[in-house]
């Protein structure tokens, strides 16, 4: 974000160039404090802009008094506490009294003091000034920052060097990028013309795709690429900016294609495990996701009244919550319905999809239909930005590791617990685990419930990123089955390979040929697929 | 195998005579929107009975039978949309807004009334034959044949929805001007069209259960049986499906292009998987098999719909659910199982004397 | 005529990793009743598969009358080139009466799906009553297949199989689940399938059943011939005995 406005200035700076020419040509004055207050009290205010070009050269080499006392004027400037006698003396006025602002010693101000009004013309200057004393004097880091912030927009102007003396004077290491950033931008039309070599080459060591455009921008300007080395310099910032940029493009699809299919597969892993189980598709699978989302909004709702300081720990709090909601859910749908449909798949399909209808409307009319509000956790917020415009989110990294850690879950039972040998055994044939003594009843049970729940811990996972309402699980189903049919009946590998296939096919379609064309594609590749190889990707082997 | 006309089958032909003729006779006295509901009922029947053509039969359930419905619907709101402009010469607002100042050339075709009828019936089929080919050639069955089936649907929904596809997108195509001669909306077009609907149930009917009673249904039938087998006896059974999936397909899109010319408007709705879903559920609730069931469930739950729609609007998705998960679960073959299950539950008290074996 | 029916050379035929037949040669000749015998797994069923095309072979050659090439075709087609199958587990169409069923099997127009269809049911009725009395059905002709005992079920689709008139009949454990009585009427049905234009293929368990129809055995053991002859030197063959009695 930082580098964004950063470059996004640069590229403004380009525009401003014309207006650039005063800023360098005024001398360097001394800070004269009586001098400086004159001009703000002259009547018209036509010496203000006059009076604070003085305070901003002189904050240079200002002493830390000087400083600290040309903050307060600007302030009092800025708020009209400044007031003005006749005499030529000037008080700041407060909620402690009034000081004489020269010396800011307390004084006692005499009656029909004059308040100039900063004009409208002065105000970007006043901002800038103002912007560069904080940069100084200011003693919280936040303030700082949001100075750096000012000056990316109000940049022009400022006199050489108070940047570098800024950043001299700072220890926090994100406002001194910052100002490094700053310091580039100012240097990218600096006169001197090895000190602009070194700004297009310290630009190009962070290239985006802004930087990029300001690159291009400046080659496009014959004046500005004529003075020698400077046309060269660009065209090699250039090249290489734009390889990392598409390199970081790549990466950036990549990623947003994983983390869609990491939504994809915690959203269809409970439901391949069942199918491949019982044979059944649990068309209510997307309202389990849904119930899982509102289980979370009941338990963020539940900490923000019982333990407000912990709320941003709501999503681990609510792990073991929903999956217990839903996995009872899950429970009370095979024990009422889904077991008395065995051997009618199509029939147990219809029964599903009435329950999904129930769930919806039972949600619809305990809820409400709008959207519901999630407080985002202050650690799955914002994000850092790796290579070109390539932006590693947070909450998107939180979907895929939550989705890792599912997939090791689930692994680990299916691989290493008893239940999870009794589950792969009812998978590969029924009716021997039936004959060598498991209880297929109770596994089919345990199982359902088990992918009910890791169903409600997709929706947990989805409640920063996606709508949040009654009807969002009718859109999880359709995609979760094309993972299902792509990745193959009871393979837990397979269900992963698809997840992540199809999310990228749906990421590296969407955007160029929009969400539709990718939803096309993908059910033209799961068709052709099921062609060549009708068991999925990844098939039990075996005789059928 | 029942005969074509067994009791369950001759009642219902004899009361869907009666209603074809009472709507004739005295349909211009009937209030409108009594004639409207019998027509759109019929269509929602015509569509259940291709469904249950597929599924009550070989087996096979489609969940995305609202493609071929909405194919013919669209196909009909074209030709309506045709004959509109040459009466009002005032081009639709979705035309103007493609920017091409008229209709794409290939509409004109729309304009014959005959080219229509056949691709009304053609359309769907043709959507279900590619369809149908890759699927059951690479032995696409049972819940990945539905589901796939679904998503087929669901696509085609997005793509209606877009602007730039050239139906209407979001809004569908709308503003009919007039039906065979008479004012769009009116009491006599709403009377020809439910008359068209019923006659076409009782073609659909008579025809279906003819051809579910000859040796193609029984084909069907023993595909629904046991596939494997009949292919080692030397049928393709590849090319059976496909015929009963191509006819099923254009069943559909008939009720399709009876129902938009009724309710006004199309738009992609139509092709809301929900609505395949409940197609299904209708003939589940009816009973699958011989179409009667179809029929039936059809009948009754849209019946009940718009009862309920202005009565208790808010319940009908619990009445609907419960209904479908008591029907599944209670009654395994639908609401014709009531018959089998009161007779059973007659004999069980009567002492066993001469009780047929099953 | 008494030449080759079907001519297997070098199949190998594996799931994954596991192989079912390996670099089998096989020969069955018509007029005769062949029986394979071999213990479970030994790719009896394998083999079945892949005549009739159920399973892809991963290597070697099936023809039939030494000239046709099975492997090019697909299930139908080669049901339709003559070769008939009698599943283990009863296959029949319970929805259908035992006339229906058989009315489906008999094929009087091969090379047309649509004049099969069409076909008028006089045209075939004569050549199921014919064949009802053959497999001692003819009581039942329109009792549902479903509600048959698993024997009349077994025959039936004997029944089926046989309507096709095939030149190659398998039969895949035929008397599994019969009662002694329902054996031996199955075996003497067998018997009377003979046919110089047919060849009998007979997978079976039972021995004694075998030993009764098979004018050669083959015994299979781990997807390879072990043993090729008559049925009673198979009885006195140590390799033989090793397989069924030392595992």
New interface residues.
Partial sequence: MRSFVRTWLAGGLVILLLLQGRAFAAPAASMSRTDVLAKLCAAGGQDVPSALRQMLDGAVDASAADRDWAKRVVQGFSTRSLRCADDGSAFLTGPGGAVNAATLAPGASPDGLRAPLPSLRTRALLEQLDAALTLFVAPAAADRLAAVHTLERRGDGLPPGLLRHALDAEHDAQIAAGLRGLIVAAGLHSPDIPERLAAIHALGRDPTSQVVTTLATLRADPGYAEPPGVAAALDQELTQARWWVRIGDGLSLAYNGVSAGSVLFLSSVGLAIIFGLMGVINLAQGELIMIGAYATFCVQQAMRSVAPSMLDWYPLVAIPVVFVVTALVGVAMELLVIRHLYRRPLMTLLATWAISLLLVNLVRVGFGTQNLEFQTPSYLTGGVRLVGDFLVTWNHMGAIAFALAAFAVTLALLRLTDIGLFIRTVTQNRAMAGCVGISTRRIDMAAFGFGAGLAGLAGLALSPIYNVNPTMGTGFIIDSFMVVVLGGVGSLFGTAVASLGIGLVNVGIEPFYGAVAAKVVALLLVILLIQRRPEGLIALKGRR | ?SSVFDRTASAITGLLLVMLIALLLLGHGMPVYLVNLAGQVMCFVLLAMAVDLM?GSAGI?S?GHGLFFAIGGYIAAMHLLRTAFAATHVLPDFIQFMGNGGFPGWWALFDSSLFTALAVLVVPALAAFVFGY??F????N???F???T???T??AM??M??NDTGFGGNNGMTGFHAIAGLPAGGGDAGVLLASLATAAVLVCLIGGRTLLA???G??L??I???E?????????TL??KLVAWCLSASVAGVAGALYVPQVGIINPSLLD??LS?EV??WV?VGGRGGLCGAVLGATLINLLRSWMAASAP?LW??V???L??LV??AL?NGLLDMRNRSRGWMHSLLPAVGRP?? | MSGSAIAVAGLTVAFGNFVALNNLTFEACYGQVHGVIGPNGAGKTTLLDVLTGKSAPRQGSVHLDGTIDLGRMTEVQRALAGIGRKFQKPSVFEALTIAENLDLALRVHRNSLLREVLARRADKDAAIDRLLQTVGLADRRDTLAGVLSHGQKQWLEIGMVLVQDPKVLLLDEPVAGMSDEETAHTASLVQSLRSPDRSIIVVEHDMDFVEQVADTVTVLHEGATLFEGSMAAARADHRVIEVYIGR
């Fill in positions: 195998m599924w359930l969940l890759v699927s050639r690479s032995r696409v049972g819940v990945y539905s589901i796939i679904q998503a087929l669901y696509t997005l793509l929805f877009r000859s040796r193609f029984r084909l039938a023993a629904r049986d046991d494997p087998r009949l292919r080692f006896l030397g049928y393709n090319w059976l998987p929900a879903l299904a559920v589940a808010l998705p619990f609907l659910s419960l479908v998960l599944v679960l395994p074996r099953p």
